[in-house]
């Protein structure tokens, strides 16, 4: 199984902050790889498949990068709405496997 | 529009069982691969089972591989989880989402049903 590890698990960020969150993969997935959005409460919400893709509908202050095993969530000026917490997702093997989760709270 | 909605969440004693529904509508149900997700109460997601269009593949964790059952009917748009043998540590919201045409990914999510295991 390829085991997902993200960082930092949580860190606080003002409006306007450029924000990265990373996602490591125990072994070589390819761009085999999608970050999701959760809000309290909410049902996670697809942003980036293929570890670079944007889903339909998604703000393009949104970037994903990376391939192999190590990648990356860029949001390059968080809005209000993007406090949340964020978790990747390898689709390249079974199971498949989520990684811990980073939540973006206000600072 | 794209929707799915879960049903038959609970609270069930250990070793119990339980069958979760997911209706979905707003797209051509038979041409998708669905899923179950869980989240566990303050947790993150964990992926539960896979199923194809025909039902031909389906694909569990190891941790509900022999008690829980995925199963569809391309009639009534419809996917199923049956959980048995549950355990406490199955407590979480079960999400149903839609797997997306181009890798096991999940681009559309019901708004989950929460499944308490406690006696």
């Known amino acids: 199984a390829s085991r997902m590890t993200q960082s930092p698990s949580s860190f606080s960020a003002s409006t306007g902050d450029r924000v990265t969150i990373t996602c490591r993969a125990s072994?070589?997935?390819?761009?085999?790889l999608a970050w999701y959005q959760q809000t309290p409460g909410k049902a996670p919400k697809l942003l980036i498949y293929?570890?670079?893709t944007l889903h339909t509908g998604v703000p393009s202050r949104f970037s994903g990068g990376g391939s192999g095993t190590d990648f990356t969530l860029t949001i390059s000026s968080l809005q209000s709405e993007d406090f949340a917490t964020y978790y990747c997702?390898?689709?390249?093997?079974?199971?498949?496997?989520f990684g811990g989760g980073t939540k973006v709270d206000f600072k | 529009e794209v929707q799915l909605v879960e049903s038959g969440g609970g609270l069930v004693q250990p070793g119990g069982s339980l069958r979760l529904s997911c209706a979905a509508s707003?797209?051509?149900?038979?041409?998708?691969?669905i899923t179950w997700v869980r989240q566990a109460p303050g947790r993150g997601l964990e992926w539960v089972a896979n199923?194809?269009?025909?039902?031909?593949?389906?694909y569990y964790v190891d941790s509900v591989r022999g008690r829980f059952t995925i199963s569809r009917d391309n009639a009534k748009n419809s996917v199923y989880l049956q959980l048995n043998s549950l355990r406490a540590e199955d407590t979480a919201v079960y999400y149903c989402?839609?797997?997306?045409?181009?890798?096991?990914?999940?681009?559309?999510w019901g708004q989950g049903t929460l499944v308490t295991v406690s006696s």
């Open positions: 989402a839609r797997v997306h045409t181009y890798g096991y990914y999940f681009d559309y």
């Open positions: 707003g797209f051509s149900f038979s041409d998708f691969w």
């Open positions: 199923i194809n269009q025909d039902e031909r593949e389906r």
């Open positions: 072994r070589d997935i390819g761009t085999y």
């Open positions: 293929g570890a670079s």
């Open positions: 997702q390898q689709y390249y093997d079974y199971p498949l496997t």
